[in-house]
């Protein structure tokens, strides 16, 4: 048997063998998922999860076949067809979507960047006080100083009336912030306001691969964006852009529970400045100040040319550093792994929107009781009609994460009973992330230690609202009819009871 004949006979038993074991993990919405053994109370309705087929274990088994190992070719194939997917100029694979946001902050504060736009310590980027802490550590971790300001409760994302008051001349550089839960901040207004002050954007898109946002096309041109922008083709009245490409730099997550997976893994998305991705790979990579991959040598032309800091000329570029950097590389079979999910990412996103409708839908009778969240520029939400807009021309749609409801004042329960009772239904829930941060004991300690690390520009009433009231339940692909239903008759009841356990 030739060797390219036993590996395809290895991969072929390989298919077969995912096809048996892992069934529990295809998607929800696959025809045959409702034959798939599910009882409520006994099995468990995971919040997220990794949705896979045989595809994604056959990519990753024959890539580690190859032995590559370390990024190479299908890093490099992925990272093209992710770039090409988003409209972006490159995307840069990473180790994680927390190591995406460090390497999308260093970036800026590189020296080569002109003075008035480098990223030095003690200058301000403003982000948002609730939401998941690793937004906000690179921008500690790289000597800045975080500014928070407020969020709404019913969207989850930015009060964006509260931006100028964050902004201090000379000092303030950028913004950095998620779109929360899937749902889009509100970007018109945000990019607006960094165009005034000639900041850069950061978007934190690890959780709404897929959403998109449009804006009326005056407002587009006015902020730099035409027609004939990569993306999603103009409709002759608003210009539609998946999120993540609005900004100067855009980070994703491939951890499991997000919208596609590589196991472990994240990307930085270089939107339209080509040299913030020099930039990014140097600190990616070490430092260095070579681009070569791994693996390749002088692609410059000059690797024994240069002269740079006080090394003598002609020193090895492959071994020049420009910046303190790291090694935050994912593998070559994660890549694989990626390029198949990439397939499937389309059905994902419709998959993960009509989850949320049916739960939105199933639990409408409860407003009593819940709050629920409404896209950036919704203004309402009512059965049959769906969501009424605000007059900005704006609108968003989104790609849940997940789908989040607050616990109204006058409850007879909370959400943390809520939380807990689901939970005791092996019913996944969490939290939104870390609440208000500045509550979290790290940061508590961080005041104790450096009064001036951080600073509040606004009182945080919408975060602690977020922090007292709010969870979220899953949307991902993975979830079948039967388990949201379980969901529904769970809360229903627990509801019923008014937050006591239901008879058994």
Known sequence: MTNEALKSEILRLTREYSARMHQANRPGYEAGAVDRPFTPGTSTVPYAGRVFTEDEVVAAVGATLDFWLTLGPEGEAFEKELAAFLGVKYSLLVNSGSSANLVAMAALTTHKLPPHKRLQPGDEVITVAAGFPTTVAPIIQCGAVPVFIDNDPATGNVRVDQLEQAFVPGKTKAVMMAHTLGNPFDIGAVLEFCRRHDLWLVEDNCDALGCTYSLPLPRAAALGFTENSPGIPADGRNLTRYTGTWGDLSTQSFYPPHHLTMGEGGAVNIVHRPGLKTYAESFRDWGRDCWCPSGKDNTCHKRFGWQLGELPEGYDHKYIYSHLGYNLKPLDPQAAIGRQQLKKLPAFIEARKRNWDYLRTGLADLGEFFDFSLPTHATGW??????????????????????????????????????????????????????????????????????????????????????????FLGTYPGLTQAMLDYELDTIHAFVKTGGAAPAA
Request: proline share 7%; charged share 20%.
């Open 382 to 471: 009512t059965p049959g009609a769906g969501f009424a807009w605000d007059a900005t021309g704006c609108r968003t749609d989104c790609s849940w994460f997940g789908f989040m409801l607050r616990v109204r004042p006058g409850s007879p329960f909370t959400h943390t009973d809520l939380g807990r009772h689901l939970d005791g239904k092996k019913i996944g829930n969490r939290m939104l992330f870390g609440g208000n941060l500045l509550r979290q004991p790290v940061f508590v300690q961080l005041k104790k230690d450096r009064p001036d690390a951080f600073r509040v520009a606004a009182p945080l009433t919408g975060a602690d609202d977020i922090m007292h009231t709010a969870l």
